[in-house]
């Protein structure tokens, strides 16, 4: 089976950085993807790491460590619309993903 | 371009009552389709998913049931709702290999009273 941690909430401040961690038990991992949900909305696609190191699009970077089965979402000059749910996935092969219970981001002023 | 439409955005349903909730794709060939079910505040269970016409793997054993009637349809149904069934129902496809990004409908909000 599969099982990914992340903390439940953070909080930060405006212009601020970010990072919100996720660590995952998984048999045959093929990659850490990242999603962002606003309240009452759907999940959308923001990331996906399959190699170690670091990825950037533009504010938001994700890095992946496979030996410690350890990622990261970070987020730079925060702004109040990131304030969401931001949710780990991983997926074996070809299988479906399975998401992290998610963390709320709630950026203050 | 694709797109995924996905219908109610709201329903509210007495318990014992059928639903049928229903998911279209457009813009692509052979989408991989997925049901996933959100409770309020929670992350994202898989219900089913679909890698083609009449192809329904199921993850978790509950009173629903999915089937797919054409290459770009999914539809979700349940013929007696239980209040436990109350949730935020998203519909996805993904294109290639099961695992690989999935974009999401618009969701319907189902409260089962």
């Known amino acids: 089976g599969q099982s990914l941690e992340q903390p439940s909430e953070v909080t930060a401040v405006e212009g601020a950085i970010v990072q919100i961690n996720c660590t995952y038990q998984t048999s045959g991992f093929y990659g850490l993807s990242w999603y962002q949900q606003h309240d009452g909305g759907a999940p959308t696609f923001l990331s996906y790491?399959?190699?170690?190191g670091l990825e950037e699009t533009g504010r938001f970077s994700s890095f992946l460590s496979r030996s410690d089965s350890y990622g990261y979402l970070l987020l730079q000059e925060l702004q109040m619309k990131d304030s969401a749910s931001y949710f780990c996935a991983t997926n074996s092969g070809n299988t479906p993903l399975v998401f992290g219970k998610g963390t709320r981001l709630s950026v203050i002023a | 371009s694709q797109t995924i439409h996905q219908w109610p955005a709201t329903l509210v349903q007495p318990v014992g009552s059928p639903l049928s909730l229903e998911c279209t794709v457009e813009g692509t060939s052979n989408p991989n389709l997925y049901w996933y079910r959100q409770a309020a505040g929670r992350g994202l269970q898989l219900l089913f998913y679909s890698v083609g016409i009449g192809q329904i793997s199921s993850e978790v054993p509950q009173n629903l049931s999915a089937s797919r009637p054409q290459d770009r349809q999914f539809i979700l149904s349940s013929k007696k709702l239980l209040l436990s069934d109350s949730g935020f129902y998203l519909c996805?496809?993904?294109?290639?290999?099961?695992?690989?990004?999935?974009?999401f409908g618009n969701g319907t909000r189902l409260t089962v009273t």
């Open positions: 996805a496809w993904s294109v290639g290999r099961v695992g690989s990004p999935l974009h």
């Open positions: 790491n399959a190699l170690d």
